[in-house]
């Protein structure tokens, strides 16, 4: 489990492809010096099990389901990427529950200044949109951000000045894909009200008091 705060900016020592699926080496000294083989590493918000660890970074695995449905397989060497390790249990929870497994991609249709902030305008499709609401948490490449407001084809996050500096969001521009992962307790409680079997349902809910 991750919490969306990211930890280093690293980037792509190289890539391998076997149709698809493939590998990544990716240069990461700060995370590299606390890590070991099997460990759990955000990158861009994807979960990715370290196969082999050195001093100036590591390398990870890349199967197909996850180049399907992340942005991962438009990464080039040189290409510059979030990572955050899993959380320790006796580490703060300064985000929002990550599990790094990227729901779907978005697009990134507009970045604006407003006042010390950024606003992304993403455009993303109505199954991600189902579980994406006003003011609640989602993730953007591995960045646990608040969502400042919700249209019919995407949602606004406004970003201070510390995240877009410490991110790979300050090298985004319109057209850009990101990955996104909606909030999980959301996904769960949609499942569970529509789920004939469980019993549950607003009707349910409100007779119980909630």
Known sequence: MFTGLVEEIGSVRSIERYGSYG????????????????????????????????KGGFKADVMHETVSRSSLARLRIGSHVNLERAMPCNG??????????????GVISSVRADGNALLYTIRADKGL???????????????????????TDGFIVSVIPHTAS??????????????????????????????????????????NGF
């Open 23 to 54: 590998a990544l080496s990716i240069c990461a000294p700060l995370i590299a010096a606390d890590l070991v083989t099997g460990d759990s590493v955000a990158v861009n918000g994807v979960c990715l099990s370290a196969t082999a660890v050195d």
């Open 92 to 105: 703060r929870f300064g985000g929002h529950i990550v599990t790094g497994h990227v729901d779907g991609t």
């Open 129 to 151: 949109l189902r579980h994406i609401v006003e003011k609640g948490s989602v993730t953007i490449d591995g960045i646990s951000l608040t969502v400042a407001d919700l249209m």
């Open 166 to 207: 410490v991110t790979i969001l300050k090298e985004k521009r319109a057209s850009d894909i990101v990955n996104i992962e909606t909030d999980i307790i959301g996904k769960y409680i949609d499942r569970l009200l529509n789920d004939k079997k469980s019993g549950i349902s607003l009707n349910f809910l409100k007779e």
